[in-house]
């Protein structure tokens, strides 16, 4: 595998659940796999999981680490072929991807959205443009437009927590007071859709996500009705698609409460507001799985990073 950049990079997602969850019990049984290498973590914006977690897993792998918070302490960059660079960008993609790439073997980046400019963000500059101009493999760690290291760790909580043949998994979105990104509910419909599930996706109208993404998955507005009868609840809240990036509404009523979610398990990213998006009586019950999903997305990161690494 040479870059893991979205969901479609997973060419058999039972097998790779498979293989994270043997890792998963024996996480130091390729520590020297990436002995003399080096993977650097490139952060545009803030993270705790990812940040720790994909730290973990290369450590676990025998990877040196070099991380930075690009976004904050790098020089801003130029992404545009043929600009007069006389504004506030002094450093173009094409040095920064090159020079990046000869001090590590694997580049792993966090990029979200503006959120103000859907062309921009779909084009995924930063990735791409990590892509384009460097020679070794790429990690998505968040884009603008999706969180595949989040959904394969979602995936093996699932794997992991599921006892039936065909379990009915719903994602709501939720209200919140801040304009978020579409990322980590791309990666998990997508995710869904290499499932055997009863997949129904519960929102207002107007917060539909990109129908590119969404495909045919079912989508019903109604919560109460798209919570009947679940065994899994994945709660996020993602901004407008379609009057981009904009907040149409913050109903406190689309709360998950332990009431609406029933006998189901609670399932979030991470991190959460707690009494907006979910109510506490939900996060600190057993019902709750977002504390491993959080672990999980070490041995997420690990079989990424080790299937590149058997790649090199
Ligand atoms: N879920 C997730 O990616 O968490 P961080 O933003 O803290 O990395």
Known sequence: MKHYLSIKDIDNLSEWVKEARILKSQPKADKNLGANKTICLLFF???????????????????????????????????????????????????????????????????????????????????NGFKKYTSIPVVNMESSVGHPLQALADAITLDEQNTKARPKVVLSWAPHPKALPHAVANSFVEMM???????????PEGYELNEA??????????????????????VKNWSSYKDYGKILIQDPNWMMTKEKLGSAKFMHCLPVRRNVVVEDAVLDSDQSLVIEQANNRTYSAQIVLKKILESL
């Not at 040095?95 to 590590?104: G, K, L, N, T, W």
């Open 45 to 127: 914006n803030n993270s705790l999981r990812t940040r720790l977690s994909t730290q973990k897993a290369a450590m676990n792998l025998g990877l040196d680490v070099m991380v930075m918070n690009f976004g904050s302490e790098g020089w801003a960059l130029e992404y545009g072929d043929g600009t007069i660079m006389n504004q506030n960008t002094s450093e173009h993609i094409k040095e920064a991807a090159q020079v990046v790439s000869q001090y590590c073997d694997i580049v792993a980046i966090r990029a979200f959205p503006s959120l103000t400019d859907k062309e921009q963000d779909e084009a995924e500059v930063v990735l």
């Open 193 to 203: 859709g290499l499932q055997e599930a009863d997949f129904v996706i519960t929102h």
């Open 213 to 234: 993404i969404t495909q045919n998955a079912t989508i019903e507005y109604d919560q109460k009705k798209a919570l009947e009868n679940a065994d899994f609840v994945y």
